[in-house]
């Protein structure tokens, strides 16, 4: 089982994300509503998935990302937002993810698909 942490600013949609997730086999580990707490929780939690907002308030996605990709054997890290893919361009990839599921797409199918 995919051990997930779940990073985002809005409580109701970690919530929803948890519940989905779960539900379709992903043992979620922990949930954060920022940056600094998202490089905490990866440290303490040992994730294989970070599913990681673009947008926090203290740190954004893409320098969270990219730290998380410094480490040896860091978690893979699946962004995800309300705006589209397109916006983002290829910051998506230069910061090390493994790619971008808009919340409105959100499953554990697509997260899988991203990190095999």
Known sequence: ???????????????????????????????????????????????????????????????????LAADEGGPAVVFTSTREECEFGSRIYDHGARGFVPKDELSAERIASLCE
């Not at 949609?13 to 707490?37: M, N, P, T």
């Not at 990866?42 to 996605?61: C, K, N, Y």
């Open 1 to 67: 089982m995919r051990r997930l942490l779940i990073v985002d600013d809005d409580q109701r949609f970690r919530g929803i994300a948890r519940a989905l997730l779960e539900s379709e086999g992903f043992q979620v580990v922990g949930d954060v509503d920022g940056g600094e707490a998202a490089l905490d929780a990866a440290r303490r939690l040992e994730p294989d998935i970070v599913l990681l907002d673009i947008h926090l308030p203290d740190l954004d996605g893409f320098e969270v990302a990219e730290r």
